[in-house]
């Protein structure tokens, strides 16, 4: 069965520093896709970043990039140059193809302070 | 504009109530999703669907039911045989399929509180 884990309930970073968040999966699936995701207070749920199994490379989308170590199950989120306003819940999410499940992990609280 | 719009953004049920969450997409996906979050807690999946007339059961859905007669429509009915509902619902849909390539879009989400 899918499962996600993040390990870190919260973070704290400076702000302009660059913080990891970590994530891990476990699936018997060779095709997957994993998500990043961020949730301000407001609620709302916000895409960040998407990585497929079969990609080779890692992903990046402007700050935010994610260390893909398949062999290990992980797929950590880096973000880079950290702003007051990355201060959120983040999760990170795994899709099956087969059903189209759509799994989260319990999310790690970043607060970046100045 | 393309989105996924749920109804009410508060709800407020009396004990022993069924009350229906409504959750409206016009972004053509064939696959959606229904989560419950408690306050600083993850998302667990209660239904999903990957296409018109079937769904499936997720990790939680003791409780709940869902129908999906049209593509653009996932309803959700809390019953009252879900002992805690107050929670933090939120409704999410996906291109199907290849979904595993795609990132699903949310709703803004429904504040439901049993009173």
């Known amino acids: 069965a899918q499962k996600i884990t993040q390990t870190q309930p919260g973070m704290f970073v400076q702000e302009k520093e660059a913080v990891t968040l970590d994530c891990t999966y476990d699936?018997?699936?060779?095709?997957?896709?994993l998500f990043w995701y961020k949730q301000p207070s407001s609620g709302e749920m916000i895409f960040l970043i998407y990585q497929g199994s079969y990609d080779e490379q890692n992903a990046t989308e402007g700050r935010y990039s994610l260390n893909f170590q398949k062999a290990r199950k992980s797929a950590n989120l880096v973000i880079s140059a950290s702003q007051l306003g990355d201060s959120a819940m983040y999760f990170c999410?795994?899709?099956?193809?087969?059903?189209?499940?759509?799994?989260f992990g319990t999310g790690t609280r970043l607060q970046v302070f100045p | 504009d393309g989105g996924i719009t749920q109804s009410p953004k508060y709800l407020f049920r009396k004990e022993g109530q069924n009350v229906t969450l409504s959750c409206e997409q016009n972004l053509n996906h064939d696959a959606m999703y229904w989560y419950r979050q408690d306050p600083g807690q993850g998302l667990r999946l209660i239904y999903y669907?990957?296409?018109?007339?079937?769904?499936q059961k997720g990790d939680i859905a003791e409780g709940y039911s869902v129908s999906r007669e049209k593509k653009e429509s996932f309803p959700l009915t809390v019953t009252s045989a879900q002992k805690n509902p107050t929670a933090f619902y939120l409704c999410a849909s996906s291109i199907a399929g290849q979904a595993y390539l795609f990132e699903a879009f949310f709703g803004q989400g429904t504040r439901l509180t049993v009173v």
């Open positions: 999410a795994m899709k099956e193809p087969r059903t189209d499940k759509l799994i």
């Open positions: 669907s990957q296409i018109v007339n079937d769904f």
């Open positions: 699936t018997s699936d060779q095709s997957y896709g």
